[in-house]
């Protein structure tokens, strides 16, 4: 017999999953505060991946400076809620005397719209770039993002070079300042709480997004010019802005979890950003499934998650078996990144979970 | 003026080592259409196990004389990078040679960054001070009548080491260009490049022909790392990453698949860097310094690929990759 209808089944199922996410960070913070932040680094990372997936998984250009994007975000928020610029430039000082204090309202659609704006402007001059030769001018493109980063202190302060940005500003929403306990409804929540909740929220608008885009036309055109460009184009897809909208859309992401990151830190330094950052979120991509959302956002946790743990495991089983640690956590870390990054290829270059054949295909009489 | 003739004896040095590290891109692009992504790292090794065996050598014969310790360096790095890259063939790209043409790219870049990490274990990762084996003083070859406006000394000078880099390069690139064109391995290559089925056809075993290929990059890149070690006094496991990157951009602005455009392309890119390195303060009135010269190498892969993506001598070949 049985017990619920399907519908019924999907809500039940629906609740269960919102009520294990709601209630993780107070599992995860029995552990330990670091687990929390463990789940919101997490949590960025899957943003990044999902943006970076619309780029190399359904529009199918390999861009390996995709972390350009979100250190644009995280510059953007860094710049406009810290004293930075009012302390360097008088002419802004004036203007806000009171200090910069934008609204997130304000912050992260801006983040997000300067990060699409510099996704076009990669994308302008390499829409005629396939492959791997896309692949090292979008690499070159990050490196001269970081370049200006690490070098725009001078004459004009504008990024403060290597030291990077202090005293961002945390979150606050309608008053709910992000930077202590605050007492919600009679319970104690941490700020770290508060921050996964929003980047939850972010997370879920994004997963929503790219599920809607990927069966949307758009979607469908980006997969016509990933399986064949030429072909595409006679199909009458405008492969110009296509891509174009891929780049946009995927930076876009990018810069909104760069915002989120600068908050969340309160910190930005030109050396969050390099080369490597790009190729972990290409790593977790490619590793959980190139343009299937879920397996996109298994590889992005796997890969944030699990070095994480290495960390906290590495040190001390080291530490007891040859009573000193002999190679670090984070050599290891990369280790795996590289490893991982060759065995795919070789053994699974389809990803842990990638995509099953859609139901159109899956009907198709084979011939 | 001074700084036009210094930055050009600069720019040919640097160009040098690009063009040596280009060619081993260029001829496994001619051979397979891949860009051996890791190849940068060949670089590092080579300086890195020069490094090693040139701090043996120099205590265990604290006597021998420079030029020695120098050449036991290469002769010791040529042929572990060889070793190195040729595993990297057989293992990480022979697999996938009929694969989707990202799946070797993105191999290429977990074997880069395995070999990095390898490296800082070995060598640890800290800056290694490279031992100067050979005379660093610089020989100056002109001065300039002083002038009043310039509060240095107006001279052109160029350093042992750096007549060592161009001649070394000069030497290799003519032996390769030698070897392509005249020996039997060289026709194979071509033959290979050209078209491998029916290089099969005509006997020639293209799985051994590719690796010759890498290897013969790998060795070139090999003393290019010794180089620059040599050059600058420093090792590091990250070395490898910049030089490769803009080797790959000579290659590609000579035109990609190209031997001749490789070592043009190399010392062009070298002359263009350092040239907008030394002017690039003027043109931009002091707002952009010459801490933005890793930019140029960049720039110029960006407008190669859009305004002309065949490179100077090459064929066109963007719609390929």
Redesign the interface.
């Known amino acids: 017999m049985k017990m619920f209808n399907t519908r019924q089944q999907q809500i039940i199922g629906f609740l269960l999953v919102a009520i294990a996410l709601a209630a993780l960070p107070w599992v995860a913070g029995m552990l330990g505060n670091s687990w929390v932040r463990i789940l919101n680094i997490a949590l960025l990372y899957v943003m990044l991946a999902l943006g970076l997936n619309i780029v190399v998984g359904f529009a199918g250009l390999l861009d390996l400076g995709y972390v350009a994007f979100y250190a644009v975000g995280a510059y953007v928020y860094g710049l406009l809620a810290s004293p930075h610029l009012t302390d360097n430039f008088e002419a802004i000082a004036a203007l806000f005397p009171g200090g910069l204090h934008l609204s997130i309202w304000v912050l992260i659609p801006l983040s997000a719209m300067v990060a699409a704006f510099f996704g076009v402007l990669l994308g302008g001059p390499t829409l005629r770039l396939r492959g791997d030769y896309l692949a090292i001018v979008t690499l070159g493109f990050g490196e001269i993002i970081r370049l200006f980063l690490n070098n725009l202190n001078a004459p004009l302060n504008i990024t403060n070079g290597p030291q990077g940005i202090n005293m961002i500003e945390p979150v606050s929403i309608a008053g709910l300042r992000f930077s202590r306990t605050v007492d919600l409804f009679g319970l104690d929540v941490p700020a770290l709480h508060l921050y996964y909740y929003l980047f939850l929220a972010l997370t879920l608008i994004i997963i929503g997004v790219c599920m809607r885009l990927q069966q949307s036309r758009i979607g469908r055109a980006w997969t016509a010019i990933r399986d064949d460009e030429t072909a595409a184009k006679a199909m009458g897809i405008n492969t110009r802005n296509m891509k174009l909208l891929a780049f946009a859309l995927g930076a876009s992401f990018g810069g909104v979890a760069g915002a989120m990151f600068s908050a969340f830190q309160g910190f930005v330094s030109p050396e969050s950003f390099g080369l490597m950052e790009s190729i972990i979120v290409l790593c977790m991509v490619v590793l959980g499934g190139m343009g299937h959302i879920p397996g996109v956002i298994l590889g992005a946790l796997l890969l944030a998650g699990f070095p994480e743990m290495l960390r906290q495991v590495v040190t001390p089983v080291q530490e007891f078996l040859f009573g000193a640690v002999l190679v670090d956590a984070e050599i290891i870390r990369s280790l795996i990144y590289g490893l991982t990054m060759v065995l795919a290829m070789l053994y699974r270059p389809q990803g842990l979970w990638p995509q099953g054949k859609s139901k159109a295909a899956r009907k198709q009489v084979p011939t | 003026m001074d700084i036009f003739a210094q930055q050009i004896i600069n720019g040919l040095v640097l160009g040098s080592i690009y063009a040596l590290v280009a060619l081993g891109y260029t001829m496994v692009y001619g051979v397979l259409g891949?860009?051996n992504f890791a190849h940068g790292e060949v670089v590092m090794v080579g300086a890195m196990v020069a490094f090693s065996a040139i701090t043996f050598f120099m205590g265990v014969f604290p006597e021998a004389p420079g030029w020695v310790l120098f050449l036991v360096g290469v002769l010791c790095a040529v042929p572990v990078c060889m070793l190195v890259s040729f595993t990297i063939e057989r293992f990480?790209y022979r697999?996938?040679r009929n694969?989707?043409?990202?799946?070797?790219?993105?191999?290429a870049?977990?074997?880069?960054?395995?070999l990095?990490?390898?490296a800082?274990?070995i060598w640890g990762r800290n800056y290694l001070i490279f031992p100067s084996t050979l005379p660093t003083d610089p020989i100056i070859l002109h001065t300039f009548a002083p002038d009043p406006l310039a509060d240095y000394e107006r001279t052109v000078s160029i350093t042992p080491v750096q007549i060592l880099i161009v001649a070394v390069s000069a030497v290799l690139m003519f032996a390769l260009a030698f070897m392509v064109n005249k020996s039997r391995l060289g026709k194979a290559m071509r033959a290979t490049s050209e078209n491998p089925q029916f290089a099969g056809l005509m006997g020639i075993n293209a799985n051994s022909i590719i690796a010759a290929t890498f290897v013969i990059g790998a060795a070139l890149a090999g003393v290019a790392g010794v180089m620059v070690a040599a050059n600058y006094s420093v090792a590091h496991f990250y070395m490898g990453?910049l030089p490769g990157?803009k080797a790959?951009?000579a290659a590609?602005l000579g035109g990609i698949g190209n031997i001749y455009g490789a070592m043009l392309g190399g010392l062009l890119l070298g002359i263009v860097e350092s040239l907008g390195a030394g002017y690039l303060g003027q043109l931009t009135g002091?707002?952009?310094?010459s801490?933005?010269q890793?930019?140029f190498?960049?720039a110029v892969?960006?407008l190669v690929?859009?305004l002309r993506?065949s490179g100077l001598l090459g064929e066109r070949v963007?719609?390929r990759?």
Not at chain 2, 99 to 107: C, E, F, K, T, Y
């Open positions: 891949l860009i990480a697999p996938l694969a989707p043409r990202l799946a070797p790219l993105i191999s870049i977990g074997v880069s960054i395995i990095q990490t390898l800082m274990i990453f990157l790959f951009t590609v002091g707002f952009l310094g801490h933005y890793d930019i190498a960049f892969l960006i690929l859009t993506p963007s719609d990759a």
